[in-house]
């Protein structure tokens, strides 16, 4: 099959090629991929891995060979994944509980948004518990799981505090996706929040954790500013009113049972209840493009690579 393959001496570090198809175990089906979308993490990282290596962990597809055990999809039937590595190529072994099964008709570019971003997002709130009629502030939201976390904790009723490094450049584009507020840092908020979505880390990590209220809870999901999270003395004191406030780390593929919310999402999205944001969108021959932008923080969305 065709990949995207990991290539230290590449410009990009990735090189189209040949390599071996995979060999799906029991539990796994095989899929042939259409669309992938790329996420920071991946991207950032992609040459620590060794040469020949296929990344990739969002990709929507069809069902080329379903699972020998009998569990997931029928062959020929269109789907959503998320896995570790993969899904930068023609074919994806996948298990079957990380496989959503979207609407007939599903466009495959706006699926491959879902996994990681509107799965982080979702599975985040989740973690804060119910956002209904509450304070909810989300770090970082211009990128691809912020703006997500946007539009569902406004559709899960929250009061929506958004914070970007640019307010005047992308404050509209928030706004318009369900922000109520958007901040330039937590230490703008007025007032507390029960719930805190960081994607940013480091120092503003600090600064979110001191908007929380009573009972709220900080679900720490993105780490870009690659900085220590510092706390002054006293930061964890359970005094001023402001008591059994909690930190939680973050893992998506914790279990293999995402399928029912990949499902679910891809659900949303066909519906027009979530907008994919779609910012980049091309050929896989020009991932290095895609991936510069990415990494150049040029791009607020997601990137989209069609597989051909």
């Given at each position: 099959?065709?990949?995207?393959?990991?290539?230290?001496?590449?410009?990009?570090?990735?090189?189209?090629?040949?390599?071996?198809?995979?060999?799906?175990?029991?539990?796994?089906?095989?899929?042939?991929?259409?669309?992938?979308?790329?996420?920071?993490?991946?991207?950032?990282?992609?040459?620590?891995?060794?040469?020949?290596?296929?990344?990739?962990?969002?990709?929507?597809?069809?069902?080329?060979?379903?699972?020998?055990?009998?569990?997931?999809?029928?062959?020929?039937?269109?789907?959503?994944?998320?896995?570790?590595?993969?899904?930068?190529?023609?074919?994806?072994?996948?298990?079957?509980?990380?496989?959503?099964?979207?609407?007939?008709?599903?466009?495959?570019?706006?699926?491959?948004?879902?996994?990681?971003?509107?799965?982080?997002?979702?599975?985040?709130?989740?973690?804060?518990?119910?956002?209904?009629?509450?304070?909810?502030?989300?770090?970082?939201?211009?990128?691809g799981v912020g703006r997500y976390a946007v539009q569902l904790a406004r559709l899960g009723g929250a009061y929506v505090i958004a914070t970007t490094g640019d307010p005047a450049t992308h404050g509209d584009a928030l706004r318009a996706l369900g922000a109520h507020e958007v901040i330039a840092s937590p230490e703008e908020a007025d007032g507390p929040v029960y719930g805190v979505v960081d994607l940013v880390g480091g120092p503003q990590l600090v600064q979110a954790y001191d908007t929380l209220a009573a009972h709220g809870t900080l679900v720490s999901v993105g780490h870009v500013a690659g900085q220590p999270e510092t706390f002054p003395f006293g930061a964890l004191y359970g005094n001023a009113g402001r008591h059994d406030r909690s930190i939680v780390t973050f893992h998506l593929l914790e279990r293999p049972d995402i399928g029912p919310d990949l499902t679910w999402l891809a659900e949303r999205v066909t519906a027009g209840d979530l907008d994919p944001q779609i910012a980049w969108r091309g050929g896989w021959d020009r991932a290095g493009e895609a991936i510069a932008t990415l990494l150049e923080r040029r791009l607020h969305g997601k990137a989209v690579l069609d597989i051909s």
């Open positions: 099959m065709r990949a995207l393959l990991v290539d230290s001496s590449a410009p990009s570090g990735l090189r189209l090629g040949e390599t071996a198809d995979p060999e799906p175990a029991p539990h796994e089906a095989l899929v042939r991929v259409t669309a992938t979308s790329l996420n920071y993490g991946e991207t950032a990282h992609r040459t620590e891995a060794p040469d020949g290596t296929v990344l990739g962990w969002d990709a929507a597809g069809v069902i080329e060979r379903a699972a020998a055990d009998g569990s997931g999809p029928a062959a020929g039937t269109p789907v959503v994944t998320i896995g570790e590595a993969g899904g930068w190529a023609e074919l994806r072994a996948v298990h079957t509980g990380l496989i959503g099964i979207p609407p007939t008709g599903a466009d495959p570019a706006a699926l491959s948004t879902l996994p990681v971003a509107a799965g982080s997002a979702l599975r985040g709130l989740r973690r804060i518990g119910d956002t209904l009629g509450r304070r909810i502030l989300v770090t970082g939201a211009t990128g």
